[in-house]
């Protein structure tokens, strides 16, 4: 039983590990951008961005102005302001969810 845990909790370390690993290789939080701030904006995410609360949806937009900007440059922000992976939060995902799955429930109500 112990030798179970131990490996699960090592398989937990390396996984949470990776996860890190490729947050960092993917370059967003180089420009000072959060997980959330890359979604495509299809409609379910434009009426998810309606609903955010204005400074939430201000701070988006300068975190996205800025990063087009460094990225005309070609430059990156200095490593002390990166986003860093313990400090990203979905701000967006439960607002894109929420729209989901108020259209399915609209879907299944004009199906009756």
Do not use: H
């Amino acid at each position: 039983m112990d030798i179970f845990y131990i490996s699960v909790s090592a398989t937990g370390r390396l996984l949470s590990g990776f996860r890190k690993w490729y947050y960092n290789a993917a370059g967003f939080n180089k420009l000072g951008l959060m997980r959330d701030d890359t979604m495509y904006e299809d409609d379910d995410v434009k009426e998810a961005l309606k609903r955010l609360p204005e400074p939430v949806y201000n701070d988006r937009m300068f975190r996205i102005k800025r990063a087009l900007d460094l990225s005309m440059k070609q430059q990156i922000l200095p490593k002390d302001q990166w986003t860093k992976y313990e400090e990203d939060g979905n701000y967006l995902t439960p607002y894109v969810k929420e729209v989901i799955c108020e259209k399915k429930e609209k879907a299944e109500w004009n199906k009756k």
